[in-house]
């Protein structure tokens, strides 16, 4: 009896560990939509198709067996006032699960108001919140020559959006890319294709958990 016992309690010992192997397995089973709303920095400016950091996303996501697709609704110029008019069609058509905000570096170089951008970005968080979406903010920062007062309250807006809304928040997509002027084309401003690595691996941290 004391073997019939035993036999029974390790076959369920092992159906235990299959289940809980399984759910593992299926912690990115569920395919997931994935909405990159942004500028410039997010649309290929000036480099090949496909080799922005959000096509490099893309790839990085089959490779590790996650089921989700990228929406890439990123617009060249575009400003916080922009993304906000349009993203409330983009959450009807596409339904995303995670909505990545990289928006605002326009805004600040072009000296626009930061309320107002503060306030636009906050709609946007809320609007995905609203529709069910994890929103993970992507920020920036801006040259010093528009004044320290300007350019450190740019920088911390990010911060604070994301302390109060609970949006995850990439701190700056250009970490490690700034500092190295060969990492820009002849603008000065737009990496080059060989700076999206870097800008994918300071986004992946943040963005792998919510697709969980």
Do not use: C
Not at 29 to 51: F, M, N, P, Q, W
Not at 161 to 171: D, K
């Amino acid at each position: 009896m004391q073997g019939w016992f035993g036999s029974v309690a390790s076959a369920w010992r092992s159906l235990v560990l299959l289940v809980m192997l399984s759910l593992a397995g299926s912690a990115y089973s569920a395919t997931k939509t994935v909405l990159v709303l942004g500028d410039s920095l997010s649309a290929e400016y000036g480099i090949a198709r496909g080799s922005g950091w959000v096509s490099l996303l893309e790839r990085r996501l089959r490779d590790q067996g996650i089921d989700a697709k990228v929406i890439n609704a990123s617009i060249s110029g575009e400003t916080t006032s922009g993304g906000r008019a349009r993203l409330p069609a983009l959450l009807r058509q596409h339904e995303p699960q995670v909505v990545v905000i990289e928006l605002g570096g326009n805004d600040g170089l072009r000296g626009l108001p930061l309320k107002a951008a503060e306030g636009h970005l906050r709609a946007m968080i809320r609007a995905s919140q609203d529709a069910n979406a994890r929103v993970l903010l992507v920020g920036m920062q801006i040259p010093p020559n528009y004044g320290r007062a300007y350019t450190q309250r740019f920088s911390s807006m990010y911060g604070t959006l994301a302390r109060e809304t609970g949006a995850e928040l990439v701190p700056f997509l250009l970490a490690g890319v700034a500092e190295a002027p060969e990492l820009f084309q002849s603008d000065r401003i737009h990496p080059t294709a060989e700076a999206q690595l870097a800008m994918l691996n300071n986004v992946w941290p943040k963005l792998k958990p919510l697709l969980k």
